[in-house]
């Protein structure tokens, strides 16, 4: 569920000072059919940049309205004139379910990040990405484990096409009941590459491939894809 539904690529856009987008998507993918939105924001200032993003499900396994909420917020401390930035970062979030006979909620694991960027764009902005190292604390499962993290950006056709997208790799014990017993799982990979048309500057439509490997509540791999649309303030 964790879209990083980028404008996280803003992140690399230095000549931009601050942007922020709505993005509503409805996913496709087997035992989904259900509508996402999700809210970002990216600013820049004289010590680094802010980053946060607000993902919401709707009507989910009979749920009426909000079906699951997550955020992410990070922070990055530019290291002098170098590429490089010092990184940190908080994830959380909950959701909520019906049963034949209760209603029932549940939390997303909290975590605290802390680590380094990398960051490289070509001469005009038109290509870029971001690597992160990362310590990771996911709150009652491990005091430390670690997440590697890209970003990267791609513009054609005089920046009417985007392609955009985030790959995560993390450590996390993840228990998976089956019968007649359960598997753990040691790590996860999380990804989600997107493509644009911009019509303007403001509005785009395009897709998303949602691709996860032993990423809850899935055993193994999966591929969800979406179509979208974005509005760009």
């Not at 909290?110 to 005009?124: F, K, S």
Request: aromatic share 20%.
């Amino acid at each position: 569920m964790k879209h990083r539904l980028l404008t996280f690529s803003l992140l690399l856009l230095l000549i931009s000072a601050s942007a922020q987008n709505i993005q509503l998507h409805y996913d496709f993918g087997k035992d989904r059919q259900y509508p996402t939105s999700t809210v970002e924001m990216f600013k820049t200032d004289k010590l680094g940049s802010t980053f946060f993003f607000v993902d919401m499900d709707y009507d989910v396994s009979g749920v009426e309205g909000v079906s699951t909420a997550y955020w992410e917020i990070a922070r990055s401390f530019n290291l002098g004139k170098s590429p490089f930035a010092a990184h940190a970062e908080y994830n959380g979030g909950f959701g909520q379910y019906v049963a034949p006979d209760y209603n029932g909620a549940f939390q997303i694991n909290d975590a605290w990040l802390a680590g380094v960027d990398y960051n490289y764009n070509n001469a005009d902005f038109t290509r870029g990405f971001t690597l992160q190292l990362l310590y990771k604390y996911i709150r009652g499962k491990h005091d430390a484990a670690f997440q590697l993290t890209g970003v990267w950006y791609m513009d054609f056709f005089n920046r009417k096409v985007t392609f955009t997208g985030y790959a995560d790799f993390w450590r996390e014990d993840t228990e998976f009941l089956s019968e007649p017993s359960s598997d753990v799982t040691k790590f996860v990979f999380q990804s989600e590459p997107q493509l644009w048309y911009n019509f303007t500057k403001n509005f785009s439509l395009g897709s998303e491939l949602e691709l996860g490997y032993n990423f809850v509540p899935v055993k193994g791999f999966r591929l969800n894809p979406t179509l979208g649309a974005k509005w760009t303030f």
